[in-house]
């Protein structure tokens, strides 16, 4: 193999990872500020757990930091943020953090067998489309919203982060 067909090979295979970890979907930037939700309350919704089929309701978590996560069960960046976001919830938990995920996945079996698979430990339901358009700015998985202990929109971000990259944005909330 030529020297220039051997580059063009590893540009575009490193294209294409830093693409998947960067987000899954048309558009995936970096920490933004979510408009228009920002500094407006949080929608409210009550959707059944995938895991268990009981009510998750964003106003039980009043008085606490919520981060609302849409991911999907086919996106590499979800699946490679899992552990990281996993270990900040064990770790944030106790300090009054919560996650919540929407899946935007069509079969909630597959999300089931996802949630046994990665051993998540926050609740998740399944995101609708009213629940898509109420939080508006959706156009990518992962997308997760910020919720400060009033439930109002601090931030939004898409893509891959770090613990402590969730860390750094979650604890001026805390």
Same mark, same amino acid.
């Given at each position: 193999m030529r020297y220039w067909q051997s580059w063009l090979i590893k540009s575009t295979l490193a294209i294409v990872v830093l693409a998947g970890l960067s987000g899954c979907g048309p558009s995936s930037n970096n920490v933004e500020k %979510? +408009?228009? +939700?920002?500094?407006?309350? %949080?929608?409210? =919704?009550?959707?059944?757990? &995938? %895991?268990?089929?009981?009510?998750?309701?964003?106003?039980?978590y009043t008085g606490q930091v919520v981060l609302v996560k849409f =991911?999907?069960?086919?996106c590499g960046s979800c699946s490679a943020m899992n552990p990281?976001?996993?270990? =900040?919830?064990?770790?944030?938990?106790?300090k009054g953090v919560q996650i919540i995920a929407a899946s935007i996945d069509k079969d909630p079996a597959v999300v089931k067998a996802y949630i046994e698979q990665h051993a998540i430990g926050y609740p998740i339901v399944m995101a609708d489309t009213e629940l898509l358009?109420?939080?508006? %700015? &959706?156009?990518? &998985?992962?997308? &997760?919203?910020?919720?400060?202990r009033d439930h109002t929109v601090v931030s939004r971000f898409r893509g891959y982060r770090s613990r402590q990259a969730l860390a750094d944005l979650v604890d001026e909330h805390i």
């Open positions: %979510a +408009m228009p +939700m920002l500094e407006r309350e %949080a929608i409210q =919704f009550e959707r059944p757990s &995938v %895991a268990d089929g009981q009510p998750v309701r964003l106003s039980d =991911f999907a069960t086919w990281e976001i996993q270990a =900040f919830y064990d770790q944030y938990q106790s358009e109420q939080y508006g %700015a &959706v156009n990518a &998985v992962p997308t &997760v919203y910020i919720l400060n």
